[in-house]
């Protein structure tokens, strides 16, 4: 399989088998800063620590939600 598809946000996209939670966010330019706070990441609906991300492999169907914090009111 070249390719495996995951959810990201409720969208399909795809990606090579076994990249890394922390490489497929950044190609797909939903982080571009690892270091940035307010950003939280859950995978199959468990949250991900963010130490956790560049060793979390990514399988065929999973889903992965990105949470970002807004300040304002």
């Known amino acids: 399989m ?3 598809n995951i959810s990201l946000n409720g969208e ?3 990606c090579a088998p076994n990249t890394s939670v ?4 950044t190609a797909q330019g ?3 800063d690892t270091s940035q706070d307010g950003t939280a990441v859950a ?3 468990s949250i991900l620590a963010k130490p956790l991300w560049g ?7 999973d889903k ?3 949470f970002t914090l807004v300040a304002g009111g």
């Open 55 to 61: 060793d979390s492999h990514l399988q065929h169907n």
């Open 2 to 4: 070249s390719h495996i």
């Open 12 to 14: 399909q996209a795809n």
């Open 43 to 45: 995978k199959n609906g």
């Open 64 to 66: 992965l939600d990105v």
């Open 22 to 25: 922390l490489a497929f966010l």
């Open 30 to 32: 939903v982080i571009q």
